[in-house]
Each structure stands twice: as C-alpha cells, then as structure tokens.
C-alpha cells in the first residue's frame, strides 16, 4: 500500500484541487460535456487518495459544490476560472498551474471555463474514507453558473 500511495504522490507532486460529485453527479448540477476519470485510489489511515482527471469544456462549470477533504489540483490544459460564494474570483489558473481547495461547507466554489479550449485538470482527493467527492451546494446569488 505504502508503494502505492508513494506513486499516487508521484504522480500528484505538482498537484495542487478541483472536483465534480462522483460518478456523474454534479453540483447545482455542471455543465453538459463535463468528465471525470478515476485514475487511481487507495486508502489508507482512514482517508481515501483519489486521483482523477477532469475535462470542462468551453463555456462549462463544475456547478457550486464544497469538499469534505482537501483538494490538490493541477492545471493540464486551458485556463480555469474559480469562484467563491461571495461570487467573487478567487484565482484564474492557467496550464501548469496548481490549485488548493481547503475542506467544508464554508467554502462553496465553482470551477469555470471561460477560455474557447477544454480545461483538462489532474486532481488528488483527500478525503474521509467513505465522504462523497463532492457535496452539492446551491447558487449563493451570483449570476452565472
């Protein structure tokens, strides 16, 4: 196990967060064309490390949601635009750059993408073993999605 999340660190070292529910669920729901891969998952000591790659397309949103973990993430492609529930910007990250999202339900978010080119990110999840990978949040009054 020990070696796997070794690889699962490897693989992430850059990684700094972003998510979409599991499987096809998604927050206050995301935008059609939204995709998300398991690449890898393990537990250990309690908590679930998952790996996953997330592609938004243009004009799309992961829908407002927060983590009941922490969330590393980085940015493979595009440019991602992220907002907190002040509807206010809270980072424009671009390729090659890596993001935090810290845990709870104080910190509602939407990821966007603004740009005309998929945002494709890589995404470690650490969570309580068992905690969904999202948590649905309603639109705190902004006026986008």
């Given amino acids: 196990m020990r070696k ?19 499987g096809t669920a998604f927050a206050t729901p995301g935008g059609p064309g939204v995709e998300a891969t398991v690449i890898s998952q393990t537990t250990i000591g309690g908590k679930d490390y998952i790996l996953r790659q997330i592609t938004i397309p ?33 980072g424009v990250y671009r390729a090659g750059s890596g993001l935090t999202e810290p ?17 494709v990110l890589d995404v470690l999840y650490v969570m309580p073993h068992g ?3 999202s948590e649905d949040a309603p639109n705190p009054g902004c006026d986008f999605q």
């Fill in 58 to 90: 243009p004009g799309q949103s992961t829908g407002w949601h927060y983590h009941d973990g922490t969330l590393y993430g980085f940015v493979q492609h595009g440019t991602l635009s992220h907002f907190d529930s002040d509807c206010g910007s809270d």
């Fill in 4 to 22: 796997n999340l070794l690889r699962l660190g490897v693989a992430t070292t850059a990684a700094v967060g972003l998510s979409l529910g599991a």
């Fill in 131 to 133: 905690a969904p990978l």
């Fill in 103 to 119: 845990s709870g339900a104080q910190h509602v978010h939407i990821g966007r993408n603004l740009g005309r080119t998929d945002v």
